[in-house]
């Protein structure tokens, strides 16, 4: 992609400049670059910290669209787990921003600093992937069934992966509407969500995530576990 990653910073091979510095001349970061930087996670998900790529939806046929979401390898056992959202539009799997990752590092713009401490501590960890709705087939866009939005694919995950582990404690941090697809699961699903989840830790839109949580029984639930942070990324 002319850039690797030095020191966590992602900085260009022709000349060794910083990826801002270098971009300063070369204007906009393209698609294929943010491609690339998240790529470069997911890889890194895999060969350095041993995650499992799990296509959903599970049991498709050959022929189905797929999306896809990111396991530790402790996920399924593990007692605690963490639940990694990125906002719409944005991240991937493993990744908050991919453009954030380009001006400011792995450590700003990506989840692996999360899951690095989550892993030492005991949990296991799920890396969503909201933005996995829509995928080319034959050079169209189709949408991923059970996948089409972030609240969609939250419910999927928690139905067909989340409560098929011994997980009795679940944290989840959430990027932008993110938090509305949690907000949604505790609509849908009040009595396991209420019942497992403990902490939920919101950025961007925070408030506004509290403002929608429907009725008085979530926003309770929601202002005793929640911790809400502006512009984390």
């Not at 996920?75 to 787990?81: E, H, I, N, Q």
């Not at 996948?147 to 990027?175: F, P």
């Amino acid at each position: 992609m002319g850039y690797d990653f030095k020191d966590g910073k992602l900085v260009s091979i022709s000349n060794g400049l910083d990826a801002t510095d270098h971009r300063a001349c070369t204007g906009s970061p393209s698609e294929s670059l943010l491609k690339s930087v998240s790529d470069y996670v997911e890889t890194y998900l895999e060969e350095q910290m041993n995650f499992r790529k799990i296509l959903l939806p599970l049991n498709a046929k050959p022929s189905q669209p797929t999306s896809y979401i990111y396991v530790s390898d402790n996920a399924s056992t593990s007692k605690k787990l963490l639940l990694l959202i990125p906002a719409s539009g944005q991240g991937g799997p493993g990744v908050w921003a991919p453009s954030v990752v380009v001006d400011k590092g792995l450590d700003a713009g990506s989840q692996i600093p999360y899951i690095k401490r989550a892993l030492s501590e005991g949990y296991g960890v799920v890396c969503l992937h909201p933005n996995g709705g829509n995928v080319m087939t034959d050079g169209k866009r189709t949408s991923v069934k059970y996948h089409e939005d972030s609240k969609q694919h939250l419910r999927y995950v928690w139905d067909h992966v989340i409560m098929k582990t011994k997980a009795s404690r679940i944290a989840v941090g959430a990027n932008g509407d993110g938090g509305g697809a949690v907000v949604d699961l505790m609509s849908t699903r009040p009595k396991q969500v209420r019942r497992k989840l403990f902490a939920v830790a919101l950025s961007d839109a925070a408030d506004n995530c509290f403002t929608s949580a429907g009725n008085a029984a979530n926003k309770r639930f929601l202002n005793i576990v929640r911790v809400a942070y502006t512009n984390a990324t």
